[in-house]
């Protein structure tokens, strides 16, 4: 009878589970259907001015402003490379001067131990991106590492890794942000080990308008 019991229960977790991961990739794939970007009808805004970010929370947190560009923000909270490949496609289908790709984080803070699926979902992201924007420059943005952040990334995959992968991408610039927020002072990097403070984003938003200048 506990044996019976015992079975059922099982059962049942495995059932709720498995709901709950339903609707969860269910509200995942609506959303890629009609995209939520900031602002809402980015292909009102002036052409060849705009400038894309799609990634995790690290670029949905902040309002970018670009001296030049008008923004427009994609990014989700909690998105991996593996979800983002999923809706790259479903971006809008506007001209963008620039694409800047902020992802990896997400992957170190939930423990993900094999990069492969990281290494392959950035690439294809990248290729989507390539294909569909072909005029547009990529950015990708390098996780922060060292010790002024106080960086807090529990699991046991290597951020050097990820960056290693960004790095090796064709024909996408990668931004150095280790290097960006090396000249911050201690305590005004990041708040919480993973996510930034102002000061570290107004040094970001000034090396992307150094790398696009320079084009």
Request: hydrophobic share 40%.
């Amino acid at each position: 009878m506990k044996v019976a019991s015992l079975v059922a229960s099982i059962v049942c977790a495995l059932v709720v589970g498995w709901v709950g991961a339903s609707k969860w990739n269910l509200g995942f794939a609506e959303t890629a259907q009609a995209m939520q970007c900031r602002p809402t009808s980015p292909q009102h805004l002036e052409a060849d001015k705009k400038v894309l970010f799609w990634g995790n929370s690290l670029a949905f947190d902040h309002g970018w402003t670009l001296d030049g560009y008008q923004t427009v923000n994609c990014a989700r909270q909690g998105l991996t490379a593996e979800r983002a490949q999923e809706a790259t496609s479903k971006l809008p289908k506007t001209d963008f001067a620039a694409i800047i790709l902020v992802f990896g984080t997400v992957e170190l803070v939930q423990g993900i131990e094999e990069t492969a699926p990281f290494e392959a979902a950035i690439f294809r992201i990248s290729q989507q991106l390539m294909q569909d924007h072909p005029n547009a420059t990529i950015l990708a943005l390098g996780i922060p590492t060292g010790s002024n952040g106080g960086w807090d990334y529990p699991g046991s995959t290597q951020p050097e890794r990820l960056n290693a992968a960004l790095e090796s991408l064709s024909n996408v610039q990668f931004v150095d942000t280790t290097q960006v927020l090396s000249q911050i002072d201690f305590g005004r990097v990041s708040y919480d080990g993973i996510h930034l403070f102002p000061a570290s984003y107004l040094a970001i938003e000034r090396e992307i308008e150094t790398v696009l200048g320079s084009d």
